[in-house]
């Protein structure tokens, strides 16, 4: 990878995340500033989609209930810490930030703007003028909920079992998840019981927003049984473990001594439900209160019967990732004819029914790399069939797309594919379409290669960690899955590696933007607005521009 400061930079980090992309449905916008106290975030230089009201309705300053959320997840996510990822983003969201803290979080308790970086069990960081050397700040007084303390020692502990692959404390699957959020990571020092230093290979400006998913489980508990720890998890959570059943549900119990202050409900109990219609039974039965996804076309009916429809714009984008190294999708003029070829609109209006925003370039609404002059790609057919044309396949061609068939962030993938299928054929694009189950295709997915007789596939994704752009985009990213090139776009992500200030860095990452929407290395289709339908009874939830949540202000009242 051609960056800035060549030779120096990623190689380790590279070679290891491929078996780490389970994590990465996406990659993240933004981190805290050279001397900043505590990070600025990465909200400041977003052009964001128009803001809805997201909150759950009902009275202030109700509390307890217990919260029944049926999860689009096939499982319920590993407990392990980072490996809840393995189910993609939504295990972070209900599993991985309930259980556990990391040393930085974002701001999810408004919905008007893209969640800033800011404090967790760190408090402040800072880095060196290289952006090599990071030291944090750590917040005192917090305990794990096994009542030993948090300190300087658990955070080294933490992560020399996420980068030590001969630590007695760790797994492979943890080493491997992990490589893509520390990757860079080369020594964690302890200063202070309230202070550590972590110093990277090569500079790292995103550090902090990578470590916003990192997360610190108790050493004590991890010493005890440690190839099982998943079993009983322990973390500084808002929430703590306190049953599971594998494949059936998870309950969750508040952390009376969070630091951030006890979470309002008295359980959370979390249900893995892929199917959308059994999805929406549940929640007419009663025996869920919250449901994520539901189908675009259930949203009215569930209104007229009094349940909430929470939206927003958040990091989200649904796209085709072509094979750029074969024809006919080797061809930027194939690949834009494609672009120009479907009704991103009528989807998100008149299939999505307003869930989906129509997504004309690479950056979601929601990022910080997003610029609205890099929406270049309109529905316009007449033109697509002109650049099949100078691209030397003006009758069109046959290609074979695998997409999935639920799973985090994949919205309706039948019917939407159907729909570009139909788009495409009417330029000359004849698609073949092969349904796959979600956790096969992510197994495909961290392999960096098509599967035989694959010429694109669709997948859900996000930049939540800032670490996907390089990962997906640079000429030798491990899961550049569509073997992209872009000597621009290199020097430009090289040049963002280095750059800590936010604004700034933003801006690179918006001129990378516009370079790889004008290549078109996938097929940019629709930013998800995370539908959720709640029960009536259900109160004080904000919904954010984000993937994750904030659950400490939700409380469910007594059916009437």
Request: aromatic share 8%.
């Amino acid at each position: 990878m051609p960056f800035s400061s060549p030779g120096r930079l990623r190689r380790s980090h590279l070679l290891a995340a491929p078996a780490a992309a389970l994590a990465l449905l996406a990659a993240a916008t933004g981190c805290g500033s050279a001397g900043s106290s505590p990070s600025t975030g990465s909200g400041g230089s977003a052009t964001a989609a128009k803001s809805t009201s997201a909150t759950a309705a009902g009275p202030a300053g109700g509390t307890g209930g217990t919260l029944v959320i049926g999860m689009t997840a096939a499982n319920v996510p590993p407990l392990d810490t980072i490996l809840a990822g393995t189910q993609g983003y939504e295990g972070y969201r209900f599993v991985g930030n309930q259980i556990y803290d990391a040393l930085t979080r974002h701001d999810l308790k408004q919905d008007k703007e893209i969640p800033a970086l800011e404090p967790a069990l760190a408090t402040k960081w800072m880095a060196d003028k290289t952006a090599t050397s990071w030291t944090f700040t750590l917040r005192s007084g917090v305990k794990f909920t096994d009542g030993t303390p948090f300190n300087a020692d658990a955070v080294v502990f933490n992560f020399d079992r996420y980068k030590n692959p001969k630590s007695p404390y760790t797994t492979p699957a943890l080493v491997a998840q992990a490589a893509t959020f520390v990757g860079l990571v080369k020594k964690v020092t302890k200063v202070d019981d309230s202070t550590v230093r972590i110093t990277t290979v090569a500079p790292d400006s995103h550090l902090p927003e990578d470590l916003s998913t990192v997360f610190i489980a108790s050493p004590t508990a991890v010493k005890k049984d440690p190839k099982n720890f998943g079993a009983h998890p322990v973390g500084t959570g808002p929430f703590k473990f306190a049953s599971m059943t594998q494949g059936q549900s998870l309950t969750l119990v508040p952390n009376e001594s969070y630091w951030g202050g006890k979470p309002k409900l008295d359980k959370l109990i979390l249900k893995p439900m892929p199917e959308a219609t059994a999805r929406i039974a549940a929640l007419r039965s009663g025996s869920v209160n919250w449901i994520e996804y539901p189908t675009p076309d259930d949203i009215d009916a569930l209104k007229r019967s009094g349940y909430q429809v929470l939206t927003n714009s958040y990091d989200h984008i649904w796209p085709w990732v072509l094979n750029t190294s074969a024809k006919p999708w080797n061809d930027p003029r194939v690949r834009q004819a494609a672009n120009y070829a479907i009704d991103r609109d009528a989807m998100a209006t008149n299939l999505l029914h307003g869930t989906a925003e129509a997504a004309d370039q690479v950056a979601p609404r929601a990022n910080a790399a997003y610029d609205p002059a890099n929406d270049i790609y309109k529905y316009d057919p007449a033109k697509a069939k002109e650049l099949l044309k100078a691209a030397g396949v003006p009758n069109g061609f046959t290609t074979t797309v695998e997409y999935p068939t639920s799973g985090s962030g994949n919205m309706i993938p039948a019917p939407m594919n159907e729909a570009l299928q139909k788009d495409l054929a009417g330029v000359g694009i004849k698609v073949k379409l092969k349904p796959i189950e979600w956790s096969t295709m992510l197994g495909q997915y961290i392999t960096g290669k098509f599967p035989a007789g694959i010429d694109a596939i669709n997948i859900s994704l996000t930049f939540q960690q800032e670490s996907f752009w390089p990962l997906s985009f640079s000429s030798t990213g491990p899961i550049n899955l569509g073997h992209y090139k872009n000597t621009k776009v290199d020097a430009l992500l090289g040049q963002a590696q280095s750059t800590v200030d936010t604004t700034a860095r933003a801006g690179l990452y918006k001129q990378a933007a516009a370079q790889i929407t004008k290549d078109a290395p996938w097929l940019y289709v629709v930013n998800d607005r995370n539908p959720r339908a709640l029960a009536p009874t259900v109160h004080g939830f904000v919904e954010p521009k984000s993937w994750f949540v904030d659950l400490t202000s939700t409380w469910v009242a007594p059916k009437a």
